[in-house]
Nanobody
Framework: QVQLVESGGGLVQPGDSLRLSCAASGRTYSGYDMGWFRRAPGKEREFVAAISRSGGNTFYADSVKGRFTISRDDAKTTVYLRMNSLKPEDTAVYYC?????????????????WGQGTQVTVSS
């Protein structure tokens, strides 16, 4: 089992930045690719970003490419999502997840463990 706990969400204005954290505990965290997903009100959960277990490869949704950066600190067993130039359409509950198989483009069904989510609201 891997336990994931997200933090860092909040209410910000358009154009602001925010950094989300996902603290992992339990089984060997370094053996998992990590991803961030989000679910906006009235919409399906969607992929945001993923990072390989080595940290050497990343993959982003087109909607966040160039604005968001995913990173991991294995010493702290924590994954981060740095979000810049936030837009109202980024408003959602953000979830982190872990998987042990598949590429970084893998569908969310391959993610084995999920956190409870943290709310991000972008509004003026």
């Amino acid at each position: 089992q891997v336990q994931l706990v997200e933090s860092g969400g909040g209410l910000v204005q358009p154009g602001d930045s925010l950094r989300l954290s996902c603290a992992a505990s339990g089984r060997t965290y370094s053996g998992y690719d990590m991803g961030w997903f989000r679910r906006a009100p009235g919409k399906e959960r969607e992929f945001v970003a993923a990072i390989s277990r080595s940290g050497g490869n990343t993959f982003y949704a087109d909607s966040v490419k160039g604005r968001f950066t995913i990173s991991r600190d294995d010493a702290k067993t924590t994954v981060y999502l740095r979000m810049n130039s936030l837009k109202p359409e980024d408003t959602a509950v953000y979830y982190c997840a872990a998987k042990s198989v598949g590429s970084l483009r893998a569908p969310m069904m391959l993610y084995d463990y999920w956190g409870q989510g943290t709310q991000v609201t972008v509004s003026s």
